[in-house]
DNA sequence: CGTCTATTTGAATGTACTCAAAAGCGGTGG
DNA sequence: CCACCGCTTTTGAGTACATTCAAATAGACG
């Protein structure tokens, strides 16, 4: 049961854990089946979970009061998603988390994680190191915002998460790259609007 | 000699530890003197240490390949500072880290931070929040560079760190905030350039 | 197929940048 | 102690990157 499943997988790619500890391990995460447009993570409500996604896509994003949305992550296959600051903290939520497809996640608890840690030095030390990329990872992206234009980080993400591409609307990938639906649009058609100088 | 010191002070926040452990903890660490303008980073150079800054302030930026900088983060008493991804990866460093004023640091090499982390759950716990609480502040960032146009950043930040606004310089700040000097500055003084609409 | 949502296109506009130059400020040396 | 030099900040003017709004077109789903 424990051998093979991809949350084993994938916690041994950063600690060493024999049958026993996969068995527990596993048996921490709940799995859970998510339909297309469901959310999973809703403002102003608790966030006992953090979830890893077994097969599907996700989108977290916040809403601003003009009622524009941002994409702040995407999660498929392999990745994590949740409010993280309103999971770690344990407050309300201020983002949403939606299926972007017909999706299967295994969901873990807080109380379940800070119970695993405690229990096994290596379940802290793994959530430790997905924690540091995670940082890491965020601050890649902080640059990236800062030093390259919109046609940048557009190419940028392309060469980077070509899958993602894939299986994502275009007005989230947009606002993911901090830009206009209507100005990705003209960047994968190469027609920047020209601004005519003539009088 | 443990007890009392300012890193000391800081851990305890996290984690619980007895004097011994203080003193492990703190022995761990080198303290480091940095005259103004010295580099404790520099891009291409291997980063051996991540600091906790006693006294003083930094400032950790990338330079493009053309000429332009953009301040990644600031650190000034009580904050940590380095090439946080070369520093976690053990790459060569992609930016510059520069104190802005003298300084006092505590330098902690990358494989004695393993060592205390193996050596003991406590510590390795303690590294984890801060890299949680960290993963978390970069993610708040990145909505804010997605959702606040320039002068709600700019707004933002002096509600939230009326400090570092004293301390450290507009160029550094500006381009923390993803603008131009030219343009913080015209903000500071709320003479934003009307654009003139007459023929 | 019709409806709803997503994407594309056009045109006008705005936010923020660039370049250039002046003004302010701080340190250093005579 | 003041003058000078280098660096930072301010101001002005023109411009570009990217947005907004509106409308047309294309896709997805029942």
Redesign the interface.
């Known amino acids: 049961m424990a051998e093979g499943s991809a949350i084993i997988d994938y916690i041994r790619r950063f600690v060493d854990i024999n049958e026993e500890e996969a068995s527990v391990f596993n048996t921490a995460f709940k799995k859970i089946f998510i339909k297309k447009r469901q959310f999973i993570v809703q403002p102003d409500f608790p966030v006992p979970n953090r979830y890893y996604v077994l097969q599907g896509a996700f989108r977290a994003y916040?809403v601003?009061e003009e009622g524009?949305d941002?994409?702040?992550s995407f999660a498929i296959d392999d990745w994590w998603i949740t409010d993280?600051?309103a999971y770690?903290?344990q407050q309300k939520a201020t983002m949403f988390v939606v299926a972007l497809e017909d999706s299967m996640v295994l969901a873990l608890d807080f109380t379940k994680e800070q119970e695993l840690?405690i229990q096994n030095?290596k379940f802290?030390?793994f959530?430790?190191r997905i924690?540091?990329?995670?940082?890491?990872y965020?601050?890649?992206?902080?640059?990236s915002?800062?030093?390259m234009t919109a046609e940048e980080r557009y190419q940028d993400f392309l060469n980077r998460y070509p899958l993602f591409v894939q299986r994502v609307p275009q007005y989230a990938l947009a606002?993911f790259l901090?830009m206009s639906t209507e100005y990705l649009s003209r960047l994968r058609n190469k027609r920047v609007t020209k601004t005519k100088n003539n009088i």
């Open positions: 916040v601003t524009h941002h994409t702040v993280y600051n770690l903290y840690k030095p802290e030390t959530f430790c924690a540091e990329r995670g940082l890491a965020q601050q890649r992206r902080v640059i915002n800062l030093t606002s901090g």
